[in-house]
């Protein structure tokens, strides 16, 4: 093969070491050696002006590495380990130096008083490649001198850092960043190896940094080219896949033990304990403990550039403009990758964890049946792997999870934690981004020959290929970055201090909670002394404690269930809290059952169940889903937030067909957007007082958002409580079509989107009540006849697990005989048949209600024609609004859980709001209004009820405009529509007490009864006093506001004429 002309290598040395190198095309591993040259050498050279040699890829596995390696690679693979050997394999950037200070202090230096321990680490833990590092542009080896002072005497071949490790003695460390393939093949079955590994975006910027300080790397382009190289697998020791797949497939071995970086980060004491028990070194707890204080980051670092680094400038390795060690946080890619960077990494990550079928907790490949793997294992590029489904993504309870550091456990809205090792799945957004960044040729594995490939001259490439700059964030130099030991130890300590905290403030919650007699919670029923003591110090891999389980509860004490879930590996850590209270909540469901597969069923079985439209006003199904690689909503950084928002908005933009439809931030919300939502009932506000002490409100509203489709029949609700709610409804009672429309949106969605799933618990969501299949599927029918008899309307319910509850909530009463009833079942049973209970329940109701009344009209004429008209015109304001709006008040937590009375929960324009406070002031400081307004409406009243809207719109201000604007009113109030009575109750009652003497607030209007009308007589049968009698009742239509809220179109359509027309004389 010919070289390859470039600024910084003339032909003539190219020359000389392709001639050099080509002697040695074939390694005694079995590998083929392809010098790079033309278009991808050329491609890399940009911004790499290091190495000088070139480089070279060894196939097969494609290992990129410098041509200087190939100079020692059959003596480093001839290499003999011994059995007293611990070796340190890792791909770069993923605590090989720590590793390798941790295990020679525990090897070498458990008392701490070792005086070898200052020698520098390359001389007591040598790297077996590190003579790659020093090309033939540095002619005299500066590991000679190391050597020589450190063995004197010995007589080193040419590759002085096996020399090194070959004169160490027992027991050595070891240091490699080259995969199995490229060493004996017996080393282990002879030697112990910790391989570690950590998430590729963290790994992938801590490299970044790395080539931007050392001169064997002289990298000089943009962060954002660096991460395209990377998951190009263009930069030294690429492929990482394909080391970590050879790493896997060998878990099993005694002899490997495998560590990840965020565990050593977040639990170290508890990783040094497994890192001693694999090495055999017997230390103590207490010597342990020691170790990791020593070898803490921070104070290893403080070492290391106070003196290893003097040595890495004298060995011309490192430039002098940056620190060798940084900051090694979990999680830094996430504040310095933006969302189309951090989305190239997670599809590059995507597309080898399916390729190479790794079960690891950085891949988004769990739950793919077999013909996937094998259809997704050739994925080659970005822009397949874009097109691939994503996984059903089942979250083993032994499933490795996710870290963060430094999570600060406030519980106020600056509840703030670490960023969290996770992958974003694939966004439509980012997928731009990642095909228009510089794209390399192509690089095709050379198959492995029998002999020698004859080298074919090639024609010089006088220039190369013009590849177009990607725009980049603007970049921090190293210098910059780089923090120092009292920073880094300021922080440690600042958790620890928070710990305390937590620690503290658990033990007030449990004792507030043992001691509230009024409580009657499955939080406080199940929260005993032991299950306390056995959970108060155990944390999630997010960091979450029990406190952010049971925060809101305690301090909310009126709460029905008591507890959420911060993250989706809390249902397993304390599970001795949520499993009694999930077999409790979900009757029939045992800590023993397993939630079964996902099961649509023949969703053709579904019909309409009211074809006549007599009786169902509207139906709806919805169901909730949580995004896997994310905690929920207590734990969620904003940035999280952000891309989170940016993958629901491009994946819902990518539907089709009827489920087309628009998504809409609630960040940056126009007025007009903002009203138009509010209109169709579809905006939902932040979080009631349960959720604000569950701190899953936070960076609000950040994340936020609402998708619809053009006919309104479909609703994703993005972070309003769980990750994504999911609706499908309209009017009427077409079951089948509202659940086959639901069904094709879940399998789109989920194809892009993977959800978190329990192997046990089946769809996991922030509160546990909504766990399972979290499928609701409700009607809103009107049944006056079964309302008078009640005791067979829950017979029937009960027959079909149905549940049955009013219109406006859990506990309230039905309005004029119309009921809101669903399924109550949603764990231990598939989705299907979750429906199907629902659809044979509502079949029979209706059956038993045409039988009761005989087939004629259930109500009287004028109620029954406005009525009808009504459903017709109003199903997106009174009653659609009921039946969609019940995802606003929190249905489990607030409705269900809580009995809270159900309202719209939306932003109040900002113009209502301000007349609000002005017309609150006006009335307090009219010192002459006698009116009762003025009375009742105190600054808690007020204060409550400012914010609520009713199902038609109506607010408070609909309700004391007229007292405030007329002070010398009686009354001051009206009320806006039929609803204003309950949702303002605290206003009315008081009043309406007041006005109406002896009539009490716990009082209850007896039923209509006109009684026996002939008791009533002429009072004035000679005619001489009476002049004239009169006798009047009002009555208000149902289905409609009263007039301040009804609209011209809905004044015409009350039709009065047609049901007085049908009046007769009796």
Not at 385 to 413: D, G, H, L, M, W
Not at 988 to 999: A, R, S
Request: with cysteine.
């Amino acid at each position: 093969q010919s070289p390859v002309q470039s600024q910084s290598v003339t032909f003539v040395s190219r020359l000389r070491h392709v001639y050099n190198y080509t002697s040695m095309s074939r390694l005694v591993s079995g590998h083929q050696v392809k010098v790079l040259d033309g278009a991808e050498l050329s491609y890399i050279q940009r911004d790499f002006r290091a190495p000088q040699d070139g480089l070279v890829r060894l196939v097969p596995g494609n290992w990129l590495l410098p041509k200087a390696f190939t100079k020692c690679a059959n003596k480093i693979y001839r290499t003999k380990f011994r059995s007293s050997d611990v070796v340190i394999m890792t791909p770069p950037k993923c605590g090989t130096t720590w590793l390798q200070e941790i295990i020679w202090t525990m090897k070498h230096n458990p008392d701490l008083n070792n005086p070898d321990a200052t020698n520098d680490l390359a001389t007591r833990s040598p790297m077996l490649e590190a003579d790659m590092l020093f090309g033939d542009h540095i002619p005299d080896n500066p590991l000679k001198k190391i050597f020589e002072a450190t063995f004197p005497g010995a007589k080193p071949d040419d590759a002085m850092s096996l020399a090194l490790t070959e004169n160490m003695p027992n027991p050595r460390v070891i240091k490699t960043h080259l995969p199995f393939s490229l060493l004996n093949k017996e080393l282990l079955d002879t030697t112990k190896v910790v391989f570690a590994v950590r998430d590729p975006k963290d790994m992938i910027l801590s490299f970044y940094h790395h080539h931007k300080l050392l001169k064997a790397h002289n990298y000089k382009g943009t962060l954002d080219n660096f991460i395209t190289y990377a998951t190009n697998d263009q930069i030294w020791y690429s492929p990482f896949w394909e080391m970590v797949n050879e790493a896997w497939l060998k878990q099993g071995h005694a002899n490997l033990h495998i560590v990840h970086y965020e565990d050593m980060k977040n639990k170290p004491l508890e990783e040094y304990k497994r890192l001693n028990d694999f090495l055999g070194t017997s230390l103590t707890d207490d010597s342990l403990q020691k170790i990791v204080d020593y070898t803490n980051f921070s104070t290893m670092k403080g070492r290391a550039d106070a003196d290893s680094i003097k040595d890495m400038f004298n060995l011309d390795v490192a430039k002098k403009d940056g620190t060798f060690l940084r900051k090694g946080l979990v999680g830094e890619s996430l504040k310095r990758f933006t969302p189309a960077q951090q989305t190239k990494v997670d599809v590059w990550t995507r597309k080898n964890t399916l390729k190479h079928k790794i079960k690891i907790r950085y891949s988004l490949s769990r739950g793919f049946s077999k013909d996937q793997l094998i259809k997704l294992k050739s994925i080659t590029s970005i822009e397949a792997a874009i097109k691939q489904p994503s996984p059903k993504a089942e979250i083993a309870s032994n499933a490795p999870k996710p870290e963060v550091v430094n999570r600060s456990s406030s519980t106020t809205s600056s509840h703030a934690i670490g960023n969290v090792v996770y992958q974003s799945p694939i966004s439509v957004a980012a997928r731009k981004a990642a095909i228009e960044s510089p794209t390399p040729p192509p690089v095709a594995e050379t198959p492995v020959v029998t002999e020698t490939p004859v080298v074919a001259e090639s024609p010089i490439i006088a220039d190369p290929p013009v590849v177009a700059e990607t725009p980049v964030i603007a970049e921090t130099p190293v210098e910059e970055i780089s923090e120092s030991p009292t920073e880094e130890v300021a922080t440690e300590e600042s958790v620890v201090e928070s710990q305390d905290v937590v620690n503290s403030k658990l033990e007030e919650y449990f004792n507030k909670l043992n001691s509230a007699s009024d409580c009657k919670s499955l939080l406080k029923k199940y929260l005993t002394k032991d299950v306390y003591d056995q959970l108060k110090s155990k944390h999630t891999g997010n960091g979450a404690s029990l406190l952010d389980v049971i925060q809101s509860g305690v301090e909310n004490l009126d709460s029905g269930i008591g507890i959420y879930a911060p993250d989706a590996e809390a249902y397993s850590v304390f599970g001795p809290l949520f499993d009694p209270i999930i077999e409790d909540y979900h009757i029939g469901f045992t800590q023993s059952d397993t939630h079964p597969d996902k099961d649509f069923g023949d969703v053709d079985q579904f019909v309409n169940v009211d074809p006549e439209g007599d009786y169902v006003i509207s139906t709806r199904v919805r169901c909730g889903r949580s995004i896997e690689g994310y905690p929920f909503n207590p734990l969620l950084t904003e940035h999280q937030y952000k891309a989170m928002e940016e993958l629901v908005s491009s994946t819902l933009s990518g539907l089709e067909g009827e489920l087309l439809g628009n998504y809409y931030p609630l960040t940056g919300m126009s007025k007009e957007v903002q009203q138009q939502l509010i209109d169709d009932h579809f905006l939902f506000k932040e979080g009631d007082r349960f959720l604000q002490s569950a701190n899953a409100c936070r960076f609000w509203p950040t994340g936020r958002g609402i998708y619809h489709n053009n006919d309104k029949t479909f609703l994703v609700w993005c972070n309003e409580e769980d990750h994504l709610r999911i609706i499908s409804m309209q009017k009427g009672g077409d079951l089948g079509q509202i659940y086959r429309r639901l069904t094709n949106a879940v399998r789109q969605i989920e194809t892009r989107i993977p959800f978190s799933h329990h192997n046990r618990l089946g769809f996991l969501t922030f509160c546990p009540t909504n766990l399972g299949t979290t499928v609701r599927a409700s009607v809103h029918i009107k049944l006056p006849k079964l309302a008078a008899n009640r005791e067979k309307l829950e017979e029937v319910a009960t027959k079909f697990n149905l549940q049955v509850r009013g219109t406006r909530g859990e506990h309230t009463e039905a309005e004029g005989g119309i009921y809101d009833i669903s399924n109550k079942r949603r764990m231990g049973l598939t989705e299907f048949k979750a429906v199907m209970e629902m659809q044979q329940g509502i079949l029979e109701l209706i059956k038993i209600e045409k039988e009761m009344s005989g087939d004629q009209e259930i109500y009287d004429t004028a109620i029954s024609t406005s009525e009808q008209d009504n459903e017709q015109e109003v199903y997106d304001t009174a009653v659609a609004t009921a039946d969609v709006n019940e995802e606003n008040i929190y249905e489990n937590e607030a409705s269900e859980e809580e009995g809270e009375e159900e309202h719209i929960y939306v932003n109040l324009d900002a113009e209502i709001a301000n007349k609000l406070e002005e017309y609150y002031k006006t009335l307090r400081s009219a010192t002459d209004c006698k009116s009762l307004l003025k009375k009742y409406l105190t600054r808690n009243v007020f204060n409550e009820l400012r914010d609520k809207k009713t199902s038609l719109g109506a607010t408070l201000l609909d309700v004391i405009q007229s007292g405030v604007e007329n002070l010398d009113s009686g009354i001051g109030i009206y009320a806006p529509d039929a609803e204003a009575y309950t949702l303002f109750s605290p206003l009315f009652d008081p009043i309406i007490e007041d006005y109406h003497v002896g009539f009490s607030q716990s009082d209850r209007h007896p039923s209509k009864n006109f009684g026996d009308v002939s008791q009533f007589t002429n009072l004035d049968p000679e005619g001489e006093y009476v002049i004239s009698t009169r006798v009047r009742c009002g009555r208000s239509m149902v289905g409609y506001a009263f007039n301040p809220c009804l609209t011209e179109k809905e004044y015409q359509k009350a039709r009065f004429h047609q049901a007085l027309g049908n009046l007769k004389v009796s």
